[in-house]
């Protein structure tokens, strides 16, 4: 079945003023479409045509070479932003605050604190700051429940760990990511990511990523 565009769970001016409405208009309809048509083509008429977008991820591998870079380009962008819509909503709709149960006691065994100094949000902070030029910072699951964070250039993705080794990041289940193209904040924060990185938070959907969490277990 081929990719489809998936509707935001949420207006465009929701995430206002941590998100603009324009940034969220572009990077929805524009970008996330253009990773699914591009994929769309590219995966037509391979044995993973009809394959879901977690799969191709896994499967690189087995993706004809003169196609392999643009279905790990666009295939992998439509995975990320996918999973970013999801764990994204409005503070009134509970996006922002603090994780509970299991995975705040993942976190907090994992890097000492949630949102103490040198704990997770700092670290992950650094993960989405630090990295060079377009990509990904990731919290991801590892056997057993272990919480990890990492990231990945463009739009690579801890999914395909076995098909491109390091530049996969950590290789768990990701349950939390944060674009961090420029084409996700630009509009509003210029060259601020920083900024960006520490607006996002207030739009972090926690319920959601503790199910992603539960599952990932």
């Given at each position: 079945m081929a990719f489809v565009l998936p509707s935001l769970p949420y207006a465009f001016n929701a995430l206002e003023p941590h998100i603009d409405a324009r940034t969220m208009e572009i990077h929805h309809g524009k970008h996330h479409q253009a990773y699914v048509n591009n994929a769309n083509?590219?995966?037509?008429?391979?044995?993973?045509a009809a394959a879901d977008a977690a799969t191709v991820c896994r499967s690189l591998r087995d993706v004809p070479a003169d196609k392999m870079t643009v279905v790990r380009n666009n295939a992998g962008g439509h995975w990320n932003h996918s999973l970013f819509w999801e764990v994204m909503a409005p503070p009134s709709?509970?996006?922002g605050g603090r994780p509970g149960g299991a995975l705040l006691a993942a976190i907090e065994q994992a890097f000492g604190s949630f949102d103490g100094a040198g704990g997770f949000k700092e670290?992950?902070?650094?993960?989405?700051?630090?990295?060079?030029?377009?990509?990904?910072?990731w919290l991801c699951v590892q056997p057993g429940g272990k919480v990890e964070i990492c990231s990945t250039a463009n739009q690579d993705n801890p999914l395909m760990?076995?098909?491109i080794g390091d530049a996969a990041g950590c290789g768990g289940a990701p349950i939390l990511g944060l674009d961090v193209w420029e084409h996700a904040y630009y509009l509003h924060y210029q060259n601020r990511r920083p900024d960006y990185v520490s607006a996002w938070w207030n739009v972090v959907n926690w319920g959601k990523v503790g199910e992603l969490y539960a599952k990932a277990k």
């Open positions: 083509n590219a995966l037509a008429g391979t044995a993973l709709a509970g996006g670290k992950f902070a650094a993960a989405a700051a630090g990295r060079f030029g377009s990509g990904w910072a760990k076995n098909a």
